[in-house]
């Protein structure tokens, strides 16, 4: 079956600095990913839309100069948090569609100290 | 937008009951999907649902997918300590093309 692979599975970083999660599809190709992020006893809460070539397409209230996004191939798209603070500490989780439905990467556990 | 109200919020069952959870929503969906998600990972696939009435098991889970296609409901049998997890539905009803999710059942199961 599609396989979606994430990195890395938990990141602790410090205030002011930028933090980069990879998504990769490892047996399909996915011109589309998407970027959740989910608090704590909360559902999936999608933040942005990652297109192949393209610019992404964040929801509201989303900062996309916070939250950068590249998705450079079919198989790759990339979560750069930027200058984080302790309030972005959650868990981004990414997600890629392919014919047999929806993949999810296994989680980025993101702490901001 | 679309939304799914998923219910119960949580479930305290003792190992070896069966389990039922459901998942409505005011709009049709074509698709229905339940997933499972255990503590620090990413959501897993479990049963995907095409077609209005269909009915779909997978091991001790069964779903079914709602004749008005507006709601879907998964059952789990003999429940195992290893069933515990939170189980969210889901639907391709974003504007991006994206998954909704229902908030999700978090199941506990007593050994």
Known sequence: GAVVSQHPSRVICKSGTSVKIECRSLDFQ???????????KQSLML?????????????????????????ASLTLSTLTVTS???????????????DYGYTFGSGTRLTVV | G???????QSMFIQEGEDVSMNCTSSSIFNTWLWYKQDPGEGPVLLIALYKAGELTSNGRLTA????????????ISASIPSDVGIYFCAGPGGSQGN????????????P
């Open chain 1, 47 to 71: 933040m942005a839309t990652s297109n192949e070539g393209s610019k992404a397409t964040y929801e509201q209230g989303v900062e996309k100069d916070k939250f950068l996004i590249n998705h």
């Open chain 2, 64 to 75: 079914q997918f709602g004749i008005t296609r507006k709601d879907s409901f998964l059952n």
């Open chain 2, 2 to 8: 679309q939304q799914l109200n998923q219910s119960p």
């Open chain 1, 30 to 40: 996915a011109t589309t990913m998407f970027w959740y992020r989910q608090f704590p």
């Open chain 1, 84 to 98: 984080a603070h302790p309030e972005d500490s959650s868990f981004y989780i990414c997600s890629a569609s392919e």
């Open chain 2, 99 to 110: 998954l909704i999710f229902g908030k999700g059942t978090k199941l506990s199961v007593k």
